[in-house]
Structure formats: C-alpha cells, structure tokens
Nanobody
Framework: VQLQASGGGLVQAGGSLRLSCAAS????????MGWFRQAPGKEREFVAR????????YYLDSVKGRFTISRDNAKNTVYLQMNTLKPEDTAVYYC???????????????WGQGTQVTVSS
C-alpha cells in the first residue's frame, strides 16, 4: 500500500488542523492505521492508531482529548483532527499502515512521506 499524507501547515497555538492520509490499494480496510510524529532532534513517536473497522482507537497521553483519529474506508483515507494545538505539537507527522500495527514504529511496514505541522506561540 502507498500512503500520501497532507494537510500540514502553520497555525497559531490554540488552533486546529486536519491531516489526511490517502492510501492506494484495495485492502485499505484490512489495515490498522497509525499516526506518528517527529520533532527536530527527537525520535519519531506514536501519536494515534485506529483499528481496521474504526471501532478502536488509542492515543498518546499528551494528545488525548485534543486529537481525534478517524477513517473512511470507502475513501481509503485516515484523518487526524488536531485541536487546541500547542507549540510542542510541532513536528513532521507521518501516517503508517500494517495489518496489526500498535504503538511502535517497527510494527508498521508502510509509511507516508510526512507532512509538516508548525504551531507558533
């Protein structure tokens, strides 16, 4: 599967952005989808994941209540709605896919190219 992330940009603290990740292929609905991020000088970290059906989600503690992951299997797309953004959310955001992805990078075999999110204070 090929993944294409989009929707990043520059936003003021407290603002919102919605990231999208479009997937190619006919088996999108079989994949667990995840979002990760990598800030300058830091390791890539887990942000959120969603089950193949969309019925189960899981979040990094620091984004709970602010970020929402969702998916539209008919459109082969996963979303990350980010509200009440903080400067510490600044990072390149990556979407990822695999049949049984969890919270670790090595659990995902397919990655998008990343989209930059910058939150100004």
């Amino acid at each position: 599967v090929q993944l294409q992330a989009s929707g990043g940009g520059l936003v003021q603290a407290g603002g919102s952005l919605r990231l999208s990740c479009a997937a190619s292929g006919r088996t999108f609905s079989s994949y667990v989808m995840g979002w990760f991020r990598q800030a300058p000088g830091k390791e890539r970290e887990f942000v959120a994941r969603i089950s193949w059906s969309g019925g189960s989600t899981y979040y990094l503690d620091s984004v709970k209540g602010r970020f929402t992951i969702s998916r539209d299997n008919a459109k082969n797309t996963v979303y990350l709605q980010m509200n009440t953004l903080k400067p510490e959310d600044t990072a390149v955001y990556y979407c990822a896919a695999d049949f049984s992805g969890g919270v670790y990078l090595h659990e995902y075999g397919y990655w998008g190219q990343g989209t930059q999110v910058t939150v100004s204070s």
